[in-house]
């Protein structure tokens, strides 16, 4: 998918959306605090707003250009838009409502298989039920299967997880994934949560005042805002279990072993750790009552607020610690150094 926006719009002089940006692949996120012009983005992609001035191309077909005095309307342009909101058809069943978005695929084209997404979406056992008998997480799949039934160019979600708990959030997430792998359907993925960015998407447009004020991959994005985020860097560990060890888990991450108190005995783990939860000794430390302690080498040392990021190779892997300045410069930590990582076994977070 490659998207080109050139264009402004404003909403009488109290907020104005000016971008001029191209971006290409299938992954894509957009990222930006509340009011930062995200949602006024996505309407214009998709044809609910149109905009000021400016041309906007979706694979190199022309969607809006007020200079050729073109404006596509939403159901010509092959956008499907899923928002936060399932906005089902409430009367109707499952089915009923994914045959809908069949039903919009255009004709000639290449189809979605029905039965192929209702399995990947694991909706076998729903299709019958009305929508209003479901669950958030099973609502939200219900209407990501009936936008990518619809065989879309591209798939263009407005906060779609916000409404779900996390269980529900990494499922559907998981989900989505795989659909729009399996039917190879592009899509830009609209978000306020920097760990949402980070596992669904390998690209992302900050937005900021109604800017694109940065385009680059989610890692960075996270790491350059580390500074200025609440929980510090959250750093994600795929984690594969071995065993139980008194009131623990014992999992392997890479080539270490870690214990973690929110264990459980699924056999696979995602884990979430924050960089404020790993400190730093250069030295052995002899007794502590923190369960984990990895041996590191430092690969290189960033400024982040008033504290400086610490990028860590463990064996194969990787985390981000922090430390404040004076620490950094006592302990002298730079690329190269050796390092031992002391982490509690209840740091850490079962995310799926
Ligand atoms: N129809 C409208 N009329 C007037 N102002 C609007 C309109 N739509 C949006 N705005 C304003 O434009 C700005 C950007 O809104 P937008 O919904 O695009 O932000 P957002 O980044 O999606 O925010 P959120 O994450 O809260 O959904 C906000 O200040 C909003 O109040």
Not at 15 to 28: A, I, Q, W
Not at 188 to 207: C, G, K, N, P, Y
Request: with cysteine; glycine share 10%; charged share 25%.
């Amino acid at each position: 998918m490659e998207l080109r926006i050139k264009a402004g719009k404003g909403f009488g002089g109290a907020f104005n959306l000016e971008t001029d940006l191209v971006v290409s692949g299938d992954r894509v996120g957009v990222f930006g605090a509340s009011g930062s012009g995200k949602s006024t983005l996505a309407s214009l992609v998709a044809g609910l707003a149109a905009p000021d001035h400016g041309e906007i191309y979706l694979d190199g077909d022309c969607l809006y250009s007020s200079h050729q005095g073109i404006n596509l309307p939403p159901q010509r342009r092959r956008v499907a838009v899923v928002f936060q909101d399932a906005c089902l058809f409430p009367h109707l069943s499952v089915e009923a409502n994914l045959r809908y978005g069949q039903k919009r695929s255009p004709k000639g084209g290449r189809k979605v298989d029905f039965s192929a997404l209702v399995s990947v979406l694991k909706l076998e056992g729903l299709l019958e039920r009305g929508v209003n008998k479901l669950s958030g997480g099973e609502k939200q799949r219900v209407a990501l299967g009936r936008a990518i039934l619809a065989n879309p160019r591209l798939l263009l979600m407005d906060e779609p997880l916000s409404a779900l708990d996390d269980t529900l959030k990494m499922q559907v997430m998981h989900y989505l994934k795989r659909a729009s792998e399996k039917f190879g359907i592009p899509y830009l993925f609209i978000s306020h949560s920097m760990l949402e960015i980070r596992l669904m998407t390998d690209q992302v447009l900050a937005m900021a005042g109604g800017r694109v004020t940065g385009h680059t991959t989610p890692e960075e994005l996270a790491r350059e805002r580390m500074g200025q985020s609440q929980v510090g860097y959250i750093n994600l560990l795929q984690v594969e279990k071995l065993r139980r060890l008194g009131g623990l888990y014992v999992y392997r991450w890479g080539m270490e072993e870690l214990f973690v108190s929110a264990g459980d005995d699924r056999e696979m783990g995602l884990f979430e750790l924050s960089s404020r939860d790993i400190i730093l000794f250069t030295r052995h430390p002899e007794a502590v009552s923190a369960r984990n302690l990895l041996k590191c080498t430092v690969v290189d040392t960033f400024p982040s607020g008033n504290k400086v990021g610490v990028e860590l190779r463990c064996g194969h892997e990787t985390l981000i610690a922090e430390v404040v300045v004076q620490a950094a410069d006592d302990l002298a930590i730079q690329a190269r150094t050796e390092v031992y990582a002391v982490i509690k076994a209840s740091s850490f977070r079962r995310l799926g």
